[in-house]
């Protein structure tokens, strides 16, 4: 994910564009850059590093004279974070600038015919493909342009576009990306997000997918995918900024709750192509498989849990024994490990010091090693011999809701690839692929399906403990569910499998104690039963999650939590998305400080 903004007006464009930035620099912090127009010409100003190296670098924008230009904050996907990859990218005669916010999922196809004709690239972005499009369409009409290039792009973006030929001018596209264009007076902006616009104006234009924007100084022009004027309303923002920065929801980590669709589609959809699982970052074969006898997966907090999800489908579909282990214990357990052993790491931040350690460890007895991350250039991410980044994009509420998810996307991925270069399974196998790419719509489902939410923790808020049970995979997701409760709303909360209630648990149980149940697995669905059967009759207020429609529990359950009906293999992801909001909603009735709870941090990278 990352930002982006434009101005144009009356006056200096370059301190505009720097505090619009850095009102945007949640989205994205590791290059930044400006392009302003300047007597006929596009100067652009590029680092790498955080919007403040960029500051310095043309002294608060000052250095930079020019009243038209675009600026980008970036969280990089597509190639390192470098000057080079930073943007605005050129095109090859220098007169138009691109900023992109997105993912364009057929680049490399596109990037290759534009190699053909004779266009040359300075970065390895996606994104830079389509400043040369816009090149290779322009006959004088911007419009015209970039309905053509866009035309040709498959994926996300929110692009903003300047051109010689037009000075004081600047487009603005959107599809599936956010993107608001500001309304002033004499001057007009865009961004990705209303808190780089408030300080100049609260008048905004919220673009649709596949809408168009000219803007210049004294007007703002609305087109539709053919070219047709489209009459906007324009809407006035009644927030203060600090809500602004989180899109209007009161918290990030509710807002981050809400991108999940999003995040998991960022993830999942660069990796399907032509109806099939691919993995284009990842280099082993079928070969290196094939010696592999035991896969580890090591981690910390939720991405511990994210491999216990993952754990039950890379052993279904692979037949590899897979473990989790803890990195803190790993580190210090003299482990197992050898040229035979796949160990899969999962950090969020990639700076996480047990899961270092244990990495390295691992590494000095041979293992091979693959890590799932989400910052580009972490110190996971170049320790190991393979990379897979989530691009769930900066999160910025410390409990993680779209780090995890986005995780768990990953290890289904690799799980059905691995499986395909196995043989177990093809690559293209229709119903698998197909459930994979509907992942982001049964999550905006859960989150529909479940506007009680809110209620249930004004019942549940006040208690003294919450158990989350479940078998199988519901257990994996309850160990989730419960940590999340007990990071924001500080509630005593635990997981256990449903099926050692009668070993110890079950004393535990007295009257009103909630019980959080889920069943979502078809297959025990019937054990599961009768484990909120044993606590019902001890007493306890049991609070289901399971599938709609799915009459056998309406008769045992206090409470119901519903997910869409979905291919059971990969129904996890989608579960802890409704036990994300009642931690949410449980935290927010007992006063909690959400987005910072107390003794955590977004990165721990000491022991």
Known sequence: MCGIVGFTGS???????????????????????IAVMEDGAICVQKVSGRIAN????????????????????????????????????????????VVHNGIIENYLTLREELIADGYHFDSETDTEVIVHLIEMYYRGNMCEALIKATNRLRGSYALGVICTEE????????????????????????????????????????????????????????????????????????????????????????KEIMEQPGAVRAAIAPRIRDGAVVFDELHMTKEDLQKIRKIVITACGSAYYAGCSGKYVLERLCRIPVEVELASELRYNDPLIDDQTLLIVISQSGETADTIAAMRECKARGARTLAIVNVVG???????????????????????????????????????????????????DPKTVKALQELPRRIQQAIDLNPSIPDLAKKYHASKALFFIGRNTDYAVALEGALKMKE????HSEAYAAGELKHGTIALIEEHQPVIALCCNPAIMEKTLSNIVEVKSRGAEVLALTFRNNQKILSVADDLLFIPDLDPLFSPLVEIVPLQLLAYYVAKENGCDIDKPKNLAKSVTVE
């Open 54 to 97: 960029l500051c310095e670098k043309t002294r608060d924008g000052e250095a930079v004279p020019g009243m038209t230009g675009i600026g980008h904050t970036r969280w990089a996907t597509h190639g390192a974070p470098t000057e080079e990859n930073a943007h605005p990218h050129l095109s090859n005669d220098g007169r138009f600038a």
């Open 167 to 254: 000075p004081e001018k600047i487009y603005a596209v959107r599809e599936a990306s956010p993107l608001i264009i500001g309304v002033g007076i004499d001057e007009n902006f865009f961004a990705s997000d209303v808190t780089a616009l408030v300080n100049h104006t609260r008048n905004v234009i919220y673009l649709e997918d596949g809408e168009f924007a000219e803007l210049a100084g004294d007007s703002v022009r609305i087109f539709d995918c053919l070219g047709k004027t489209v009459e906007k309303k324009v809407s006035r923002i009644m927030w203060d900024v600090q809500a602004a920065e989180k899109g209007g929801y009161e918290h990030f980590m509710l």
């Open 488 to 491: 924001i709303s500080y509630l």
């Open 378 to 428: 972490s110190t996971v991410a170049n320790l190991a011999d393979e990379t897979a980044y989530t691009w769930a994009g900066p999160e910025i509420a410390v409990a993680t809701t779209k780090g995890y998810t986005t995780q768990v996307a990953l290890l289904y991925l690799l799980s059905v690839h691995f499986a395909s270069l196995l043989g177990y399974i093809r690559a293209d």
């Open 11 to 33: 006056r200096q464009a370059a301190p505009i564009l720097l505090e619009g930035l850095k009102k945007l620099e949640y989205r994205g912090y590791d290059s930044a850059g």
